[in-house]
């Protein structure tokens, strides 16, 4: 993307995005571009909808209630979504909207809250995760916004496993397993569709363990020597597969 | 590590620990450990000093103002230094205490602030960089603190290279670079002494980028196709350096 588009406002809508056609913002991100952003008529902003690319925009109406503007020019094509499945226990608050704002910059395409022995949080609602996946993916430039699926327990998501994920093999980060690299694990995936499992700040159980163990779907790996926080984790585990059979290329 | 002293304090102490040999600590780590945790006579720390290994440690008087303790056992053998050099623009206060956090628990050996054309954070303290580095390798059972350089300019930095460094290899992450995989360019460096250089929130500017691509002793890499903040790229860069040619092995 042209660096001269860098620092303009960039929101995600849900409407088509076609040359010529104008577009009324909602109450919430008009207010946000008038009277938090401050932008008026001529200014320009960047819209996205994770089907049609990014587009240039200029505002032809500036009011606080209802931005108009007209949709100028495509400045990015769109990208597909990803195929990586993301599931992690949803930690407090703050590291929860963390964790869903780092699965987005790494590009995973779906994000899965599950519920382990040693979770925090039990209570986590979707519309927050999509509130903070929108976000994230309009600071970070990302035209995909990942679907957020619903809470499961481990034990439902891994007994749900085949029917729901078919052939998709499960990654996941094991405190337990002696230190090694991934690149060999991960290479003899290469082309299959995965998924990374990132355990909560005390990791799995031993009975969490063992089960994932037995799965022949799963696929245990290190993620080095340390012990690693799970946002850490998280990104550490992503970007290991981003980059050895990921979108890294 | 057995698991069952996940849960002990841990601290890192100047001291050689042998065993036998009584220890006291100082006011700060005495108070937290008598006030803040209400340890006391009898309960098991365990200390580090990144020369001796870790150590099982029990109290044996317990005033806020000094704790004494009898040096019992050897849990860990003393793992090396690590030989990975780091250098990032520093952020802001807390999101700088993160991305120290971040260097310990991803393996590094020294952690130097380097100030850029872009960088928010001009007066960065190196007592701060260090209680940080040792606060997160007492979290994360790291026994070895890295050592913190002090700052100094992206252009002092790189002109001194060849003289401080020598044959090291400066990796950078480059936001300008078309995507790629790393794991190429870093297989050609395996066994060679490395370093990661990750810039501020707004990328390297023109002019710095072409210096540093000027320069034999630089490496750029590229973390993928979407922009990362840079606490996430300095995840994802150290990641793969230590996942692809580093210690996880």
């Not at 587009?55 to 990015?76: E, N």
């Not at 029917?163 to 996941?172: A, I, N, P, S, V």
Request: glycine letters at 8%; proline letters at 6%.
């Amino acid at each position: 993307m042209p660096r001269s588009h860098a620092h303009l406002p960039r929101l995600h809508v849900e409407p088509d995005l076609v040359a010529g056609a104008p577009l009324t913002l909602g109450k919430e991100q008009s207010l946000y571009l008038a009277a938090v952003l401050r932008k008026s008529v001529g200014d320009e902003v960047v819209l996205f909808n994770g089907r049609d690319g990014a587009w240039l925009c200029r505002i032809t109406a500036d009011s606080k209630k209802s931005v108009g503007l007209d949709v100028v020019d495509r400045i990015a094509a769109q990208t597909p979504p990803s195929d990586l499945w993301y599931g992690f226990a949803p930690l407090k608050s703050e590291r929860l909207d963390y964790m869903v704002q780092k699965a987005v910059e790494m590009g995973v395409g779906t994000i899965q809250p599950v519920v382990t022995q040693f979770t925090q949080n039990h209570r986590v609602k979707t519309e927050r995760l999509q509130a903070n996946a929108i976000e994230a993916a309009e600071q970070c430039e990302v035209l995909v916004v990942p679907s957020i699926a619903a809470e499961v327990s481990l034990g439902q998501l891994l007994d749900g496993w085949p029917t729901q994920h078919g052939d998709r093999k499960l990654l996941f980060a094991d405190e337990g397993a002696a230190s090694s690299s991934p690149v060999v694990a991960l290479e003899q995936l290469r082309g299959q569709r995965v998924g990374l499992l990132v355990g909560p700040e005390g990791g799995f159980s031993d009975k969490e363990r063992t089960k994932l163990h037995g799965l022949p779907f799963v696929v245990p790996i290190s993620l080095g020597p340390r012990i690693l926080r799970a946002d850490t984790a998280a990104v550490a585990g992503l970007a290991a597969i981003q980059a050895i059979i990921g979108d890294w290329r």
